[in-house]
């Protein structure tokens, strides 16, 4: 039997991974087994920059988060598993799927995207999304085409009325 000190620090535990999970926007299993201490440090630093992070726990505490918050992905709970946080939406998605491409032994198992369970194929479809700055330079090229076609249009009809 454990003792209520340690009692109350696994319930502290689970209280901690409930929280990150509740505060996350997007939340990543991961299965790390096979990376070295160097390239985790490196995805660390990388998820950093985004305003996200990695941790590892024991899949009892984040079964007992999970089931608090009654979400069910009891499936992908086997194995050595760590858990990315991310505070936005798209860019700890982005950043753990090129980590994911750039090493193999990193897999995304599932993910957890503004609290509904979201498959690899959901996950691969969000970190195909361009970011910001290329969607707001993909808006401006759209609006510069119609820009430019309407110079071209007025310049033609100025030189029809300087011809009569």
């Known amino acids: 039997m454990a003792s209520?000190?340690?009692?109350?620090?696994?319930?502290?535990?689970?209280?901690?991974?409930?929280?990150?999970?509740?505060?996350?926007?997007?939340?990543?299993?991961?299965?790390?087994?096979?990376?070295?201490?160097?390239?985790?440090?490196?995805?660390?630093?990388?998820?950093?920059?985004?305003?996200?992070e990695i941790k590892i726990f024991k899949n009892t505490y984040v079964k007992r988060a999970l089931d608090e918050l009654k979400i069910n992905i009891d499936d992908f709970l086997e194995g050595p598993n760590a858990i990315v946080f991310g505070a936005e939406l798209l860019e700890p998605i982005k950043v753990i799927s090129k980590f994911a491409k750039d090493n193999q032994n990193l897999e995304i198992r599932v993910g957890i995207i503004s609290g509904d369970v979201a498959g690899l194929d959901v996950i691969n479809e969000y970190a195909s999304i361009p970011s910001m700055e290329g969607l707001l330079t993909m808006l401006a090229g759209g609006m510069m085409e119609h820009v430019r076609n309407l110079s071209i249009s007025l310049n033609l009809y100025a030189e029809q009325l300087e011809e009569k």
């Not at 999970?21 to 070295?36: C, D, H, M, R």
């Open 4 to 52: 209520a000190e340690k009692l109350k620090v696994k319930n502290e535990i689970v209280k901690t991974i409930t929280e990150k999970i509740k505060n996350s926007e997007a939340v990543i299993l991961v299965s790390y087994q096979g990376l070295t201490v160097a390239d985790l440090s490196k995805l660390r630093t990388e998820l950093r920059k985004s305003n996200s």
